[in-house]
């Protein structure tokens, strides 16, 4: 039973190897800080751009549900701040944000050789393997398509073109694009690469585990939901839309039985 | 019912007035972006530096309740990460991170003239009636004390050097200092001025309302119980802390029993 | 560090003090378990009737903030419906279900002799220091007010009258009676005991610690909740009342930037 | 968007169908309200025994994984008992309670023909089927095999003794009989049928969706997780719990230090 992430004394706190007060207050900024809890050392100066990125990218997408859950639950709870933006963080699931961890899973999977990295025809046949497996099992194919951002997730290519842009390996990009032509060609239409899907092939580049992928949207997310927390103390909606929902809602039943 | 936080079409994504993929991504690191939330506006050099230091100081405290509680529940719902970190992030209360509420709610209370931010006599005076109104009550002063970090909390110290290096005003430091001098006359004993309590200074210094301050407790700690969890998932000890505790507590009533 | 509450073995399972396949399954409904749990015996069949109530009184308030908590978070994360539930629950605080809590406080608060209990003068004494307490601090009176159910709030009466018919002492529900009637002697308006209200009363008068009346209020909703979830399975709403709130809030930042 | 759970106006609540303070308070339990919640109707009385016996097998397990999260969290929140609890039942996944919901949607997975309820060749054919589906997989057969209750859960012979005597079909308690009769022949060793499974099975019998099944687990925990918590009031663990875990894990950091 260890745990190898932080110890102090009264005088001094240290983290993953860095004293706190001396070498990180003033020097590294939180999401610098969240790569270091997730690999155990310091970005350089390309790695915090690219992993700032991913971060702000997933950190606020105005009124979603969870940010609707966030403000519904500070209603009931005003004395309980953390437990509105932790209510909020529990809708972060398979439908949404648990899309990064079906892509990283997904590009993680590829076992053998590493001959697609560098041979096109092997790449193509790795991502028609991929992508046959989920067209067969009538199953999204991960980190592939959206409802509004199309034909392009312009966040998508924003963030792969800064990962180029800052040297990291684009192999895992090469294949995710692969894997969509084939699932267009498929499917017959036309199926952007989301954000999401962007941020599961990078993670997999900088070789985090895809069971934690989902993480990243947790820390990101965590910080939108406190603004919409502030924002509801200035110009409150949870109230009514409770209301108008209860209203809609329950209004046949009120009818049915306004007559009895 | 109105939120300004963020709107978006196919191609654009703005959040409080910034272009998303334009303006932010590869500019913007996740603290910065937390100050978006939280001011409306993005931070200049200095407010940056002191922001990501005060939330960083936050994010990792080590095997905490929090992170307890993280693994723990990650034991019984692999399935769901975003659950786990959100039930750590629920201990966040008038405990631990809560005290950056109150330290808040203490100096945001402060009303009628501003006498006391030049004149050290009024300082002494306002900073008296506010120790004594919890001495009285018999209730600690927020944001003084810690069990550990004594006789100073060097976080504490250390975050607000950083603010008065970058030009932050210090009258609410004084204050708390001031508050912090008569509480140890009346008390007798040496209280620091602990980690939240200077956070709780210098979100009230930077204009922050403290209902919501405590959202920097959960800001921060969402990105450090990420790294509990991938710990969890190459050094578990959830399984073993669990078993541990379940023998010992109930050691009594199965040795009461076997007999029988 | 000891618990009381379970033991077992291969064979056996022992909850505070009941064999759980020979003495409590088939035997004991899941009220008169959450019986035990509070006052570690099981309820005679008077004290069963009452419990039972007043958890069904609190268990299901249809599209209520949490109901639609649950449902929101459901939609993100089908995965986790624990997790919904206990996001539902998290709203349970001081706005709504908490005043369960404030009434039990109050009625707790109250110290020293006895007098009250049989004495008219003496309880409407002391209820009006407890109502004027309030009133000058202009807080509201736990336990009394309603938005819809009034002048009175059928369930409250309900549950007294159930209690009397079961033999409960009703000093409680007297000395409430009386706040309520100085409140709205002091505010000039009706106040009826709501149903958290007469909760607090009746837990009171069972001898339930206030720090724990909440709880009450958590163990019946979610019962309630998973009725909500399984609706939600069968006739979604969550998404419609997501894209109807984001289109609503967001209507004058996309209108102010279309014509840009 | 329509719910057709609750109406009410100021003099009346109507739960499905029933009148709240009329019909329900003082002659339906806590369990018979979920059966209600869940089915649509009032349970009749061999329908209540069995159901609430189900809730109850449930409720309490002693000091397990999230006893500890509840307590844990309500040490840092104690503002928020509903947040405790909450944080209590997000563990409930797919490691423990999860049996459950693996269990009803294996079964209810059976499709085509109901000869397997009939002719024993039929329904040994078909466990073979589902059984060899698992071991193949090299994946548990869910609702089989306890850690401690072998080679009988007694939980699980006394849910089904109870079914039977109430009259329900045990057409789904033999398949799952014959699925673990099959498992325990091709992994040569013995599997009880442990309580989670006997719920999915007889949750399957009642007609409940396995979607939804997972929701019994969580109505019967959130009671017993508010005796934990008064218990924690009482005779506190949690601080005990982290200091000592703390210690533990971070030792070999402190000693690897104290000699720098």
Chains 1, 2, 3, 4 share one sequence.
Request: avoid cysteine; charged fraction near 25%.
């Amino acid at each position: 039973m260890r745990s190898d992430i932080a110890w102090s004394n009264a005088e001094t706190i240290v983290i993953r190897g860095h004293d706190l007060v001396e070498e990180l207050l003033g020097k590294v900024s939180l999401g610098d800080f969240g790569f270091l809890e997730l690999f155990h050392r310091l970005p350089d100066e390309s790695e915090s751009v690219v992993f700032n990125a991913m971060l702000v990218s997933l950190a606020e997408h105005g009124m979603t549900a969870n940010a609707m859950v966030a403000r519904l639950t500070y209603l009931g709870a005003p004395e309980s701040l953390q437990g509105a933006v932790a209510a909020g963080l529990m809708g972060l699931g398979t439908t949404f944000v648990g899309t990064i961890e079906g892509t990283a899973k997904m590009l993680q999977g590829v076992s053998g050789d590493d001959a697609w990295r560098t041979d096109d025809a092997a790449l193509e046949e790795l991502a028609t393997g991929i992508a046959e497996g989920f067209v067969t099992a009538r199953t999204p194919v991960p980190g592939i398509g959206h409802p509004i951002h199309k034909p392009v997730d312009p966040r998508a290519e924003k963030l792969f073109r800064l990962a180029r842009e800052h040297g990291l390996d684009d192999a895992y990009e090469r294949l995710l694009r692969a894997v969509k032509a084939v699932a267009e060609d498929r499917l017959n239409r036309e199926l952007p690469i989301n954000v999401t899907g962007a941020i599961g092939a990078l993670a997999t580049t900088m070789g985090l585990r895809w069971e934690v992928s989902r993480g990243l949207g947790v820390m990101a997310r965590a910080v939108g939901l406190v603004g919409h927390i502030l924002e509801e103390l200035d110009q409150p909606i949870a109230r009514t839309v409770q209301h108008e929902t209860e209203r809609t809602a329950s209004a046949h039943l009120v009818e049915g039985n306004s007559h009895g």
